[in-house]
């Protein structure tokens, strides 16, 4: 295992020092900047967000959570047939 950790250290180093080999032009210091490339930001760091994005956030993880349990599900339909199409139709029911 450390072998393994090991050699990806290695060749993550060789891929960043190949990179910078290889790059077309020399980065100027705010382009070293992360996220930013050298941008003045827009906004401020602590800018609240819209309280509809909220809303949306939990249905996006309602909705998620349900595929989590379709899944599994999907497996072992064929096994248990109708029973487990009346339990999935009261789950998404109750979602």
Same mark, same amino acid.
């Given at each position: 295992?450390?072998?393994?950790?090991?050699?990806?250290?290695?060749?993550?180093? /060789? @891929?960043?020092?190949?990179?910078?080999?290889?790059a077309? $032009?020399?980065?100027?210091?705010?382009?070293?900047?992360p996220c930013? &490339?050298?941008?003045?930001?827009?906004?401020?760091?602590?800018q609240?967000?819209?309280?509809r994005?909220?809303?949306?956030? /939990? @249905?996006?993880?309602?909705?998620?959570?349900?595929?989590? $349990?379709?899944?599994?599900w999907?497996?072992?339909?064929?096994?248990e &047939?109708a029973?487990?199409?009346?339990?999935?139709g009261?789950?998404?029911?109750?979602?």
């Amino acid at each position: 295992m450390l072998v393994v950790v090991f050699l990806a250290a290695v060749f993550a180093g /060789l @891929l960043q020092r190949s990179s910078s080999l290889h790059a077309p $032009f020399p980065m100027t210091e705010p382009q070293k900047v992360p996220c930013l &490339g050298g941008a003045t930001p827009q906004t401020h760091a602590w800018q609240r967000y819209h309280v509809r994005y909220y809303s949306m956030t /939990l @249905l996006f993880i309602a909705f998620e959570m349900e595929m989590m $349990f379709m899944y599994p599900w999907a497996v072992v339909f064929i096994e248990e &047939g109708a029973k487990a199409m009346v339990e999935m139709g009261m789950f998404l029911a109750i979602l």
